[in-house]
């Protein structure tokens, strides 16, 4: 977005001058961000590197796909519009499910997508995500325009908070509408999973608190119900809408950690739907794409898409700020971290 904006200043600049002598650090900026997305995939299955198109081909045979992501990487994003587009064309029928929406938007979505409410109405009333208009809005946008569903799957984050106090306990005291925004099934075993989020959480007392080994184990063990409540939601209504759509592909498009290594939401997505084929792709940014070795992570995915990590604009420079939709609220309680959403 901001590239466009700095395109349109120096188209409006009143001086050849101004064109041929931009600032030096911005225009050294703008030479360094590709006029394309830069990638790798590995088919980890097959060990070796593959063109796009072909894991395209082959995740379009599939019930389900999880696209994993890492939140905040530009080039990611344009890679999963990029593999919505594949998979459409290979599949007439398509669902975008999203952990980026909560269930009870999903009235709103469905009211947005049909036409019937106005986008800054749908914005105000659904609590997208900070950077949803630079990072989902594409993909939201081109399943309207094909008039495919959109499935809001993850749990409203307030009762995520409940949980990440209560523990799973709280679900029981939840009123019989907020009940109905959270899976009919949960299950959270101290298993694999847990290890990985225990692992990624590391050691409480770096948050500033002074808490024995015992209130860190019990906090952590708060923390990963609430994820398994997430993961157990979303897998439910992925479920939901294989139901709903039989001859629909559905894409998840989630936060890695949900999705890699086949667990998370794609293990509670598995166990509702046994039979079906699901596949995880796994994107993960990376400052040299000529040095990534697929071999290494191969069991995190199916497919292993490498993404250019972007430049770091320059901080002196002064540079216009997209478009951008209102920050969600705080969450009531601490919430783990950004890798494990």
Request: overall charge positive.
């Amino acid at each position: 977005m901001f590239l466009t904006s700095i395109l349109l200043l120096s188209l409006q600049a009143p001086t050849i001058q101004a064109v041929v002598a931009p600032d030096s650090e911005i225009s050294r900026h703008i030479a360094s961000v590709s006029s394309y997305t830069p990638h790798r995939v590995y088919r980890s299955g097959k060990k070796r590197f593959e063109d796009f198109e072909s894991m395209l081909a082959e995740v379009a045979k599939a019930d389900v796909v999880f696209l994993g992501e890492e939140h905040d990487d530009p080039g990611t994003h344009r890679l999963e519009r990029a593999a919505l587009e594949g998979i459409g064309r290979r599949r007439g029928s398509v669902v975008l499910a999203m952990e980026m929406f909560e269930r009870d938007a999903q009235p709103s979505l469905n009211e947005y997508l049909a036409g019937r409410m106005a986008e800054a109405d749908f914005l105000k009333a659904s609590r997208p995500w900070p950077k949803y208009v630079t990072d989902y809005r594409p993909m939201v946008e081109f399943a309207k325009a094909k008039g495919w569903p959109v499935i809001a799957g993850n749990v409203p984050r307030r009762l995520a908070s409940l949980v990440g106090r209560k523990g799973l306990i709280g679900v029981d005291s939840l009123p019989a509408t907020d009940r109905a925004f959270v899976a009919a099934q949960l299950t959270c075993p101290r298993d694999k999973y847990y290890a990985r989020f225990k692992e990624t959480m590391g050691d409480m007392s770096g948050h500033g608190q002074k808490i024995t080994a015992q209130e860190a184990e019990a906090m952590i063990g708060r923390f990963y119900d609430a994820q398994c409540v997430k993961d157990e939601t979303m897998g439910e209504a992925i479920a939901s809408a294989r139901e709903k759509y039989p001859d629909a592909i559905v894409v998840h498009v989630n936060g890695s950690f949900h999705s890699d290594f086949t667990m998370g939401t794609a293990d509670r997505a598995g166990r509702r739907l046994p039979g079906q084929r699901i596949a995880v792709v796994s994107f993960v940014p990376a400052t040299d794409l000529d040095a990534v070795d697929g071999k290494k992570i191969r069991k995190q995915g199916d497919y292993i898409v490498y993404t250019l990590k972007p430049p770091a604009p320059p901080k002196s420079a002064t540079l216009p700020a997209p478009a951008a939709v209102p920050p969600a609220a705080p969450a009531a309680a601490p919430k783990p971290p950004a890798s494990s959403n």
